[in-house]
């Protein structure tokens, strides 16, 4: 991906970024206004279907405890007395990668009521948990493997819980078969029935040996306290890293695809998978953002107030856009009956836009709407940790203040370019199991 | 205009009250060093408040359930389009609920703050509902409500208060039944929007980056003086005991899902929203990640997600939930209430109450750290009769004798149910 010349020359990018060992960036971004700080290691490794299970295990045992605190009720209590500070453990996946984070927030130094330095505390614990886990003889505590091995089989089946979700994962599945991207987080049953403390245990070393180490900070605290203990925690480790590159979209190809499941639910949905094509630079992608927010990313967007509003075809009817796989997906909840309506109703906006067949003003206000969500990215710490890890993961260095500058540039014919790129690749419905989707 | 600055020296903040004199409060909270700001226009009005008269009425009306959400929806609309479209030239991003007590419109910011606050305030004060447009709705409400027939995470949470509550409204869906809205109109609403919508009846709450002079500049140009209003809800007394002690329902999911309630004595809006503070501290002492018992559980291999412990306070309603999936929700039932009971006997120690009041003080102080939250506490704080630094002050001088004296009234066995989803 190239940088292109983004902003104006005093705009600079506030996210200090350093290299502290082999594969390994400390990156910091403060600000005053915080009460808290946010300090999280992410490991980012390539979605590999033999060994994403296994991974997607290791942070929640390392959450259980450490060589030095084995036990969760007291490492619990020494979160307690750090005034509540919160320890999370999760897995994510942006692009064609894992990614395992352990983070921690607490208060700053200046709100703790003892003096106690609560940056220097929270990321030796963090430390410990990540570094100095609870592993005998290449194996993890037995009984901590056997629990969390038990959870993650829970979290792989409970997908089916909530539908929304379940048919958007539906449709990426159906979508993106034998693609990196269609790899699931949390893996697969079949291989979590057989995750073992040596399995666990191997491929955490793996993971620290091997994956590329984001680690944040992100509040108003001294980054540099933190950075200190984890370059002299990691200079103890042999590492060799692999590096990130950029996941590449592959085209639409043939008919499109058309699924339809049947399930005992009340309402049914419609997702519909998108390819965006020919995003070789940073200013073409921002348009591409306006452009699908445009289209359904904002409460006067064409599917908002046509297809929901006017058209009363769905109660909920968006459009997102992830750019690091270059894919669009449209979002709905219908009544059966209306599916075959809605689906024509969509790609009929989509089409409007295509043809140029919308204001200036429609414009305005859909960048208006991005530069207030932009802006509220400073105000909150999580979503400066997304902000910016979404910058690494994609290899720029493009700021939110940047990114308004970027937005407020897009013209009309650029959205149309834009919206010119998107071609339909697969339509997914989950409709209830007594009634027909209307012709 | 009566105008007071509100401060805290323990976190060194303060605020604005003031009192319009359209009778409309408003809270004031700038943050420095913020690029948002986030406004909520509020009424104390929600789902529950189903039967009710002005001084003005004769007779009590009783309205179907979910006409406080269907309003919501409603107001939206204007003759001349609807507010979202008006907000769309601010670049402001507008949002609305209806909880069980209340009523919110909300916008976030961070451009025309002035004039996206002038929205706010006109259409919140502007309703327009005709036979047509009322009609329309009723399409669109039926299909949340089949969505949240099919989300066994909100089943699973209505059928424990169904379980806990006898009488009180807090049992039935905030959004109501297909055939309850059925049976608004515009009549109905119109009722309810001029006795709940009185500027006597809300509150404005404003946290963030603006200027407290273009909130009350635009509160000067935009509201109508509001008459007084008293406005007096029928409530049927609710006893101590539960409705029943269990209840399953079977939706599609994994593993079961289980909410588990204490219903607690009613002591009144302000204290309620008191006693909830404490509950949550007792749920933390009891049932939280330090606990022997949450130890126990998850070595049974019972609660492998972990539990989530909850307290809800409203004006006549106090009750604390606990909640996960569990392969065998009765016996965490079971071993829940045993916790209880041994807590009550046993006392708690001194070291983790400490531990507890320190984390629930970080908890607390991370609330101050976010314009949204800072907006909506306000909100719940002014309903229930407190000042918003009372909830820190409150867990900052906590005793131990306080908590032992609620855990007992507040943690009965006999006035508990369970609710489990499983497939």
Not at chain 1, 24 to 32: A, C, L, M, P, R
Not at chain 1, 301 to 322: A, H, I
Not at chain 2, 212 to 237: F, G, T, W, Y
Request: charged share 30%.
């Amino acid at each position: 991906m190239k940088q292109d010349q983004i902003g104006d020359e005093f705009m600079e990018y506030p996210l200090i970024r350093e290299c502290i060992a082999n594969g390994v960036y400390f990156s910091s971004i403060t600000d005053k206004k915080f009460k808290h700080n946010r300090i999280s290691v992410n490991l980012i490794v390539k979605l590999d279907r033999e060994k994403v299970t296994d991974r997607a295990v290791v942070p929640f045992i390392l959450r259980q405890g450490s060589k030095n605190c084995p036990d969760f009720t007291d490492l619990n209590k020494k979160l307690c007395d750090l005034y509540g500070a919160s320890l999370d453990a999760g897995v994510d996946k942006i692009g064609e990668y894992q990614m395992i984070t352990l983070g921690i927030i607490g208060v700053d130094n200046r709100f703790a009521l003892s003096g106690e330095d609560m940056v220097q505390e929270c990321t030796r614990m963090l430390c410990e948990i990540v570094l100095e886990p609870d592993i005998t003889d290449g194996k993890f505590n037995v009984k901590n493997t056997e629990l969390e091995k038990q959870y993650l089989l829970e979290t792989i089946s409970s997908e089916i819980n909530d539908k929304r979700t379940y048919a958007n994962i539906r449709c990426k599945d159906i979508m993106c078969k034998n693609e990196a991207c269609a790899i699931k987080k949390y893996g697969y049953a079949e291989d979590a029935q057989k995750i073992t403390p040596e399995s666990a245990a191997k491929a955490y070393q793996e993971l620290i040996e091997t994956a590329q180490v984001e680690i944040m900070f992100e509040g108003c605290g001294d980054p540099n306290a933190a950075k200190e203990i984890f370059r002299k925690k990691f200079a103890e480790i042999t590492r060799n890293p692999i590096s990130i590159t950029k996941c590449c979209t592959r085209p639409q190809q043939g008919e499109v695809k058309q699924v339809v499941e049947k399930m005992d639910v009340k309402q049914g949905k419609l997702v519909m998978g998108f390819r965006v094509e020919n995003m070789d630079s940073y200013t073409k992608m921002n348009a591409e953002r306006v452009a699908i927010g445009l289209f359904g990313g904002t409460a006067s967007s064409f599917l908002f107030k046509n297809v929901r509003e006017k058209m009363s075809l769905c109660y909920y009817c968006s459009s997102q856009y992830d750019r690091h796989t270059g894919i669009m997906m449209v979002y709905s909840g219908v009544e059966a009956a209306n599916a075959q309506k809605a689906k024509e109703a969509i790609l009929a906006q989509l089409e409007m836009m295509q043809r140029g067949d919308f204001s200036e003003k429609d414009l305005e206000e859909t960048k208006l709407f991005f530069k207030t969500a932009l802006k509220a990215t400073g105000d909150s710490l999580g979503a400066m940790d997304s902000w910016y890890l979404a910058q690494i993961m994609g290899g720029t260095e493009v700021s939110p203040d940047m990114e308004i500058e970027l937005c407020s540039k897009v013209t009309k014919q650029d959205v149309i370019d834009a919206v010119n790129c998107v071609k339909l690749d697969t339509v997914y419905m989950l409709m209830p199991q007594d009634e027909k989707e209307g012709e | 205009m009566k105008q007071e600055i509100v401060r805290n020296e323990r976190i060194g903040e303060e605020y604005l009250r003031i009192e319009h004199p359209s009778g409309l409060t408003m809270l004031l909270y700038p943050m420095k060093g913020f690029s948002t700001s986030y406004a909520m226009f509020s009424t104390k009005y929600g789902s529950i408040d189903v039967c009710f008269k002005t001084e003005k009425d004769k007779d009590f009306v009783t309205v179907p359930a979910g006409i406080a959400h269907y309003l919501e929806h409603k107001m939206f609309e204007s003759e001349d389009g609807d507010a979202f479209d008006r907000y769309a030239k601010t670049g402001a991003s507008a949002n609305a609920f209806t909880s069980f007590d209340k009523t919110c419109y909300l916008f976030a910011c961070s451009d025309q703050f002035r004039e996206s606050i002038e929205i706010l305030l006109d259409f919140v004060t502007d309703p327009y509902f005709t036979k047509e447009t009322v009609e329309k709705e009723q399409g669109i409400i039926a299909q949340e409500i089949r969505m949240y027939d099919d989300d066994p995470g909100w089943r699973v949470m209505f059928n424990l208060l169904e379980s806990m509550y006898q009488k009180n409204s807090v049992k039935v869906d905030i959004a109501g039944t297909v055939e309850s809205i059925a049976q608004i109109n515009a009549d109905l609403l119109y009722r309810c929007y001029n006795t709940f919508y009185n500027l006597n009846n809300m509150v404005l709450t404003v946290a963030g980056n603006f200027d407290p002079q273009d909130v009350i500049d635009a509160a000067d140009q935009v509201l109508k003086k509001a008459e007084p209003i008293q406005i007096e809800r029928k409530v049927e007394e609710e006893p101590a005991e539960v409705a029943r002690k269990r209840f399953v329902q079977h939706l599609p999911v994994a593993t079961p899902m289980f909410y588990i309630g204490f219903k607690s004595p009613n002591a009144g809006e302000t204290q309620n929203f008191r006693n909830m503070i404490y509950d949550e501290m007792i749920l933390d002492l009891v049932t939280g990640e330090t606990t022997e018992l949450y130890k126990k559980l998850y070595e049974q291999g019972l609660i492998n997600g972990g539990i989530i412990g909850e307290t809800m306070a409203g004006r006549d309603y106090l009750c604390s939930m606990i909640s996960g999936e569990s392969k065998d929700p009765d016996s965490v039932y079971e071993q829940i209430a045993e916790a209880f009971e041994q807590a009550k006997m046993n006392g708690i120690a001194d070291e983790d109450f400490e531990r507890i009041k320190k984390s629930t003080y970080g908890r607390y102080l991370g609330m101050f750290g976010k314009p949204e939250s800072i907006a909506a506490a306000t909100v719940n704080c002014y309903f229930a009769g407190m000042d918003l630094y009372e909830l820190i002050e409150l867990v900052a001088n906590s005793t131990k004798e306080e908590l032992m004296e609620r855990l007992k009234a507040d943690f009965l066995t006999e006035n508990s149910s369970i609710s489990i989803v499983m497939a």
